[in-house]
């Protein structure tokens, strides 16, 4: 009964739109009260415990580097390549963009810093050369979200922070279900642009883009490549990243100078104290459940109501695809993946595919009406009106919930690179 009146107040809340981080205080009060026995002063003891993980670096540094990246011209020199390489193609400019938002989202991990590096650029471009405003306005936005999967994912290394998983492991999960998404919304996106004109290869453009950009396309590589191998771990690539981002645009491209850095570290501050109250109430409600071992008897009184897989993965998709609607991927992530990781594993399922399913149905979130980060970003950036972007979005939506469903049921996606 208090965790269902728990569940209650959270819903409550959210219906009233309060903030998150109200909703977390009361949640962390409402626990610690009923659950802890009525000991508010482990509190603070927990929010202490919760944050003294180094893990936790890894949330900003990579946003930092986002941030350098977007300032300086990482970004447009990495599109000036794929532009080369797909112009001879029936809508290539449109296969430009989704390849640009995937390649930069394996560098910044964040779909809005995604959305407005790649977006700034492709946007006034395919308007300029024919496509109709309403795919420019979905592409983008849609392909936006791909920081979100491809790794490094920041939701990705939250979900491994408060489930206690590999983050490693979350990242090589999901690197084919990111390939499949980038694939599917290419192929839609010549599909739809095929009868826009192709301009003509030229080897020439492509060497120079590549002599021009091949500092950054080795940063998907050393970055990837050190995880990957064992060479340094999560935190120590987004260290990496920063170090490599500003040697790049400060010494070789020389874009940035270094009293720029400061503005640029100001700015991914504000990021972290908006975030860190928030994981730290959030992680320190889910010690105190932990060992009460609330997900526990939660998945064991839900195994009693739904008797089979399929059907708890069906009522879990829509749950999440509601939650995305509503909710900021992050904080979504804080609050239900250590309670529903637990009713997951009693359903055989395994917490780094369940961790892939979570994300890719938040992803969708962020595109999704009326929250969805994205549009609103979108709508910033591109002076559009809001209904207008919402409709360009859902042709992407679909090709989005069809990769859902392909994720969902076919494990081996998720988990084929790391067994």
Request: aromatic share 10%.
């Amino acid at each position: 009964m208090d965790v269902l009146l728990l569940i209650g107040l959270v819903l409550l809340l959210l219906s009233l739109r309060q903030s998150v981080i109200l909703i977390l205080f009361v949640a962390g009060f409402y626990v610690h009260y009923v659950f802890g026995d009525g000991e508010l002063s482990y509190l603070i003891e927990d929010l202490w415990t919760s944050v003294d993980r180094s893990v936790l670096l890894a949330i900003p540094m990579f946003v930092l580097a986002g941030n350098i990246m977007t300032r300086g011209s990482i970004a447009e020199r990495l599109i000036n390549i794929m532009r080369a390489l797909t112009q001879w193609l029936p809508g290539g400019l449109a296969v430009c963009t989704i390849l640009s938002c995937a390649v930069f989202a394996a560098l910044s991990g964040s779909s809005p810093v995604t959305l407005l590096a790649v977006g700034s650029i492709m946007y006034p471009a395919l308007i300029q050369q024919g496509y109709p405003k309403n795919f420019a306005l979905g592409s983008l936005a849609s392909a936006g979200t791909l920081g979100i999967v491809i790794p490094p994912s920041i939701p990705l290394i939250l979900y491994g922070i408060v489930t206690e998983k590999s983050i490693v492991d979350l990242f090589l999960a999901g690197i084919i279900p990111g390939i499949l998404l980038t694939v599917v919304l290419t192929t839609y996106s010549l599909l739809y642009n095929r009868k826009i004109k192709a301009l003509p290869f030229d080897l020439g453009q492509l060497i120079r883009a590549i002599r021009e950009g091949i500092w950054a396309l080795m940063t998907p590589v050393i970055l990837l490549g050190g995880i990957y191998s064992g060479y340094f771990s999560a935190t120590e690539a987004a260290a990496v990243a920063v170090g490599y981002a500003l040697l790049v645009e400060i010494l070789i491209h020389r874009e940035l100078k270094v009293k720029d850095f400061y503005g640029i570290a100001v700015e991914t501050s504000r990021l972290l104290g908006t975030l860190l109250p928030i994981v730290a109430i959030a992680l320190s409600i889910n010690l105190l459940l932990t060992a009460e071992r609330i997900p526990q008897d939660l998945a064991a009184w839900m195994t009693t109501l739904v008797d089979d897989q399929f059907t708890f993965l069906v009522v879990l998709n829509i749950f999440l695809l509601i939650i995305g609607c509503l909710v900021d991927i992050g904080a979504a992530i804080l609050i239900l993946a250590p309670i529903l990781m637990p009713i997951a594993q009693a359903y055989g399922i395994d917490p780094i595919h369940f961790g892939i399913i979570m994300v890719v149905n938040l992803e969708i979130g962020y595109i999704t009406p009326p929250i969805g980060l994205n549009l609103i970003v979108a709508m910033t950036a591109f002076k559009e009106d809001f209904l207008l972007i919402c409709k360009s979005v859902l042709p992407f939506i679909g090709l989005m919930l069809f990769v859902l469903i392909c994720v969902t049921w076919i494990p081996e996606l998720s988990l084929y690179l790391i067994q």
